[in-house]
């Protein structure tokens, strides 16, 4: 079981400023903003009349969920809000605790609070990764106020946090740093000598800075640690100055940090955007979103499949093709493997994006499914129903049914609905393929409403 750690030990949301290990700790950790004066970023929720900005200043105190990227400043956030608010903090992780670990800081914050009268934040950080019976646990106590709840998470609460307690807190949502945030964070760790890099005199070309911003995707812990590693790799100079140049900050920061999660909230924002991508015809976008996901890790075959999504969705019969490319790219990717069947995929998408688009099939399927589910009750009529007794015929099961290989161009009026649903229309044709059938479904359909209702046959 966890020790579990209150705000006189060292934990998780703790500044390790005063640690053992604090001249071996990384930069980032080292550089850990003590108080709201140091930290910067998230002014949408820290500037002057926002949100956490009123919390604070008034000393309101309500179970909050930090919701951002990696880097975005959740953690320290946490701790920084517990700290001002002079409240008895109980911190846990949530990858390591268990229901018993929450029980008993329940206890002891109802122990403080009988002493002191003081209320209890308990910090959770990753709390996404409390299973559903833990979260229950929790639940009862954050609704009674017995516990402040405040975690930390990079999955979006929506998918990870069970309702009702989310309903019983504020999400407050970090976005990754901005360009001015992160040279901000570079500026003050060069110069600080006490926790940062001010006693090693280093000077960035605009080219290393400039990577090092774009390689974080936002994270300031990534570019701490890549600034670190840049600055004391690099000799210096005759006067004592390191000079980083971008080759070093690319030794430095090896690879682009790209922020994915495969089951969360980024997964469906990139497949969204190259979906809706392939919809608006830009194969530019399209392939961007593609290769953002392969970059990050993303299953191939995955994108195969909704690749052939796409081509039945929002291409359909305007290019029949279109269905006949995205299957061939899936089975060549099968074939070829990673990275040669990734071309396919690309070929595919673009195809996709310059062929004519129709959601004909899709809203009609749609709403061919809803009519089904209302009326679901509805007799076959006689006409269309199978004989295959003495009986049956006998009762006129397909009585009056035409055979249309019979008749002069293969079709003939009939009707093939339930006769309350008879003038009923799913299906419209729009651009391409499909567009050149539109005029002569249009006479066909009309054809069949001209008819005497006697010959639309017996529904019963």
């Not at 929450?102 to 950080?125: N, Y």
């Not at 106590?141 to 309903?167: K, Y």
Request: with cysteine; proline share 5%.
């Amino acid at each position: 079981m966890q020790k579990r750690k209150t705000s006189d030990q060292l934990n998780m949301f703790e500044n390790r400023g005063g640690g053992e290990f604090m001249g071996q700790a990384p930069l980032a950790e080292r550089m850990r903003p003590r108080n709201l004066d140091e930290f910067i970023g998230q002014s949408h929720l820290l500037g002057p009349g926002r949100i956490l900005d009123r919390l604070l200043q008034h000393r309101r105190l309500h179970s909050l969920i930090l919701w951002g990227p990696p880097g975005c400043g959740k953690t320290t956030l946490a701790k920084i809000i517990a700290n001002h608010t002079e409240s008895h903090i109980i911190s846990l992780s949530a990858v390591m605790a268990g229901a018993r670990d929450i029980r008993e800081a329940v206890q002891e914050a109802r122990e403080v609070f009988a002493k002191r009268k003081m209320r209890t934040w308990l910090l959770m950080d990753e709390i996404h990764r409390l299973n559903k019976a833990q979260q229950d646990t929790l639940l009862p106590h954050v609704e009674d106020g017995t516990i402040l709840l405040l975690g930390a998470t990079t999955e979006n609460p929506s998918f990870e946090i069970i309702r009702p307690l989310l309903s019983r807190a504020r999400v407050a949502v970090l976005e990754p740093l901005e360009e001015a945030d992160l040279k901000k964070i570079i500026a003050r760790a060069l110069s600080d000598e006490e926790r940062g890099l001010g006693r090693f005199p280093a000077r960035l070309s605009g080219e290393a800075i400039d990577y090092l911003i774009a390689g974080s995707g936002g994270d300031a812990r990534v570019i701490l640690n890549g600034l670190e590693i840049a600055i004391l790799t690099t000799a210096p100079d005759s006067g004592g100055v390191r000079n980083v140049d971008l080759e070093a900050a690319k030794e430095a920061l090896l690879r682009k940090s790209v922020h994915y999660d495969k089951a969360g909230e980024e997964h469906f924002n990139l497949i969204s955007a190259l979906h809706k991508s392939v919809r608006g015809s830009d194969p530019d976008g399209a392939l961007y979103w593609l290769a953002r996901m392969l970059e990050a890790g993303e299953d191939p075959l995955y994108l195969a499949r909704r690749i052939v999504r796409m081509a039945c969705e929002d291409i359909g019969l305007a290019d029949p093709a279109g269905l006949v490319q995205a299957v061939n790219a899936f089975q060549a990717y099968h074939f070829l493997g990673s990275p040669e069947g990734e071309l396919a995929l690309a070929q595919a998408v673009v195809y996709l994006c310059l062929a004519p688009k129709s959601n004909s099939l899709y809203t009609a399927m749609g709403s061919a499914r809803k009519t089904a589910g209302e009326s679901g009750d509805l007799r076959v009529p006689l006409h269309l129903r199978n004989a295959p007794t003495e009986l049956m015929k006998q009762l006129g099961y397909g009585e009056k049914y035409k055979y249309a290989h019979d008749f002069e161009g293969g079709w003939i009026p009939e009707v093939y609905l339930p006769g309350e649903l008879t003038s009923t229309v799913f299906y419209e044709p729009k651009a391409g393929w499909e567009g050149g059938f539109k005029d002569q479904l249009d006479k066909r359909r009309a054809r069949v409403r001209e008819l005497p209702k006697g010959e639309k046959g017996p529904i019963k």
